[in-house]
């Protein structure tokens, strides 16, 4: 049987580019950590740096120093590790955030403001112009420190286009790295989102990041189509943890790049493990059906797609489970078939006449009706107990 594969989805050659030079900025330990009642302590902060750099993602965005000290020692202890990524940590455009920021030796300062009208009359009380000086200001200041400085539009997608430009424009003028379009709301489809990264790329020759929530649904899809339309630093986090719905899941970005695009340039067998461990460290438990990291990512029932599995399992599968560190599950129930049951049958060990085998197909058929699940072991115990009658 195939090990490793995936399938290229062919059909966007006619409708797309494929995206140039990306990167990842993973957020998991900083968006992700505002998931609410989520707390990383220091040591689950430090092995998931470890396991993110391990993926090779450029960027991690290690916290907010100002949150809190012990947040603070944990920024600076990521930056020191000598990771391959760069580290990034979160700042307001306020002189003490960027001075936080500077003690903790990270690569890059992200810092952020909001110029929607909602922001501006209901959270800042300030006008534009005041917020926007504050935040050259900040800039400035970083700069002079010698940090790498990301300046990012908080609620970008309501926020008028001219008023993000100009203030792109100018933050270009004080030497940012790169200026990030933030979908705060998750309000984006996939067709704004290109259109928005367009429009902005026409006079801004700043690297764009783009940074989805998740509140449609739509976060990875929106990411994408970011990246098709020229942004350059993608931001993620693992299992999609983050504020309200989340953020757009690596898991689900670093497939995506590699099927849509051919994009390989991600160690993604070490997703599976990096995904268990933010699901044990957030307390935020994975949907059986979550893509690429769920339960049933790689579990199959119906009998005709797994007699065919069994042949090539490329036939039911977009890439292997191996890709993602992960394992392909062929479960018994009330979808069985009977070539699916003599290949499990062959699997765990057995062999089965015919009339045998029509008996077992009746006992789990009836078993998993009355919704009792068959567990390979449940299973085992049905095959033995079939075999001594
Ligand atoms: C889109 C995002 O994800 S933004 C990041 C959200 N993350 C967080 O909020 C992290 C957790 N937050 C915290 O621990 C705290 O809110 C802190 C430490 C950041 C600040 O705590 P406090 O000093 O108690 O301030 P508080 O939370 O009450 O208010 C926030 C202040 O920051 C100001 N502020 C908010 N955003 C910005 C900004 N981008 N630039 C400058 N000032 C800002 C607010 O206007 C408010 O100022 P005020 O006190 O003068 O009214
Ligand atoms: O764009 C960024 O870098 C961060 C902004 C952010 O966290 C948000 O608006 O949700």
């Given at each position: 049987m195939l090990k490793e594969y995936y399938s290229r989805n062919e059909l966007i050659k006619f409708v797309s580019n494929t995206p140039k030079d990306i990167e990842i900025c993973d957020?998991?330990?900083?968006?992700?950590?505002?998931?609410?009642?989520?707390?990383?302590?220091?040591?689950?902060?430090?092995?998931?740096?470890?396991?993110?750099?391990?993926?090779g993602v450029e960027i991690i965005e290690a916290g907010f120093p100002v949150v809190s000290a012990a947040e603070k020692d944990t920024v600076k202890e990521i930056a020191g590790m000598g990771l391959d990524a760069r580290t990034c940590c979160l700042s307001r455009a306020l002189i003490a955030d960027v001075d936080s920021a500077i003690d903790c030796n990270v690569d890059m300062v992200s810092i952020f403001i909001a110029m929607s009208d909602l922001h501006l009359k209901h959270k800042y009380h300030k006008s534009c112009k005041e917020i926007t000086d504050c935040a050259f200001n900040t800039i400035e200041y970083a700069k002079d420190h010698g940090l790498s400085v990301r300046f990012a539009a908080e609620d970008a997608t309501r926020t008028d286009i001219s008023v993000l430009k100009k203030a792109f424009l100018t933050a270009e003028d004080y030497g940012v790295d790169y200026v990030s379009i933030a979908d705060t709301i998750g309000?984006?489809?996939?067709?704004?989102?290109?259109?928005?990264?367009?429009?902005?790329?026409?006079?801004?020759?700043?690297?764009?990041?783009?940074?989805?929530?998740?509140?449609?649904?739509?976060?990875?899809a929106n990411t994408l189509a970011a990246a098709e339309a020229g942004a350059k630093q993608l931001h993620t986090t693992v299992n999609g943890i983050g504020e309200r719905a989340g953020n757009a899941a690596l898991e689900?970005?670093?497939?995506?790049?590699?099927?849509?695009?051919?994009?390989?340039?991600?160690?993604t067998r070490n997703i599976k493990k990096i995904s268990d461990l933010v699901q044990k460290y957030s307390n935020v438990q994975v949907a059986a059906n979550k893509a690429i990291v769920g339960k049933n990512a790689f579990s199959h029932e119906s009998g005709i797609h797994v007699m065919a599995i069994l042949e090539d399992p490329r036939t039911y599968e977009l890439f292997s489970p191996e890709i993602v560190g992960g394992k392909r599950n062929l479960i018994a129930g009330k979808h069985t078939g009977m070539k699916a049951l003599k290949g499990i049958v062959k699997d765990i060990g057995y062999s089965l006449e015919e009339e045998e085998l029509n008996l077992l197909i009746e006992r789990v058929k009836n078993c998993t009706e009355a919704k009792k699940g068959i567990s390979r072991n449940r299973l085992e115990d049905i095959i033995k107990g079939i075999k001594k009658v």
């Open positions: 957020v998991t330990l900083r968006d992700g950590e505002q998931t609410p009642g989520v707390v990383f302590t220091r040591e689950e902060k430090i092995a998931l740096a470890r396991e993110l750099d391990e993926v309000i984006l489809n996939p067709s704004t989102a290109y259109y928005l990264v367009t429009e902005i790329k026409k006079e801004i020759h700043t690297p764009v990041c783009i940074h989805c929530h998740n509140d449609l649904g739509l976060a990875t689900e970005v670093l497939l995506s790049l590699m099927v849509q695009y051919g994009i390989e340039k991600y160690n």
